[in-house]
């Protein structure tokens, strides 16, 4: 859920549960160059898309485990949270998937 005034909501467990934000100069570019690199992961399927918030569910390669993944552009910050749908733990699949954007979007701009 979302709120563009205050962002996205926090995340309850941190053991399955990543939450990134930072302020960008270009945050258009970003938020653009982001959405682009989160489409191209493999077996995500978008659910909701405009010109400041992004959100798809990630699955995972065997047994295919809901995640949800976020991107919300407000003010001039980037807010990215990766959340397991079930389960207590996620085995770091939301750090390395948030961690993995973040470095193909250093790449781009390198």
């Not at 959100?55 to 959340?83: M, N, T, W, Y």
Request: proline fraction near 4%; aromatic fraction near 8%.
């Amino acid at each position: 859920m979302t709120d563009s005034k205050s962002g996205l909501s926090p995340c309850l467990n941190p053991l399955n549960c990543v939450f990134f934000q930072k302020e960008f100069e270009d945050v258009e570019k970003t938020f653009d160059q982001l959405v682009t690199i989160a489409q191209n992961i493999p077996r995500t399927n978008v659910l909701e898309s405009n010109e400041n918030y992004w959100k798809a569910v990630c699955r995972s390669l065997i047994f295919r485990f809901p995640d949800d993944l976020e991107i919300l552009k407000i003010g001039k910050k980037i807010q990215i949270k990766s959340a397991s749908r079930y389960g207590g733990g996620d085995l770091g699949v939301n750090g390395t998937r948030v961690g993995k954007l973040l470095t193909a979007l250093e790449k781009l701009n390198s």
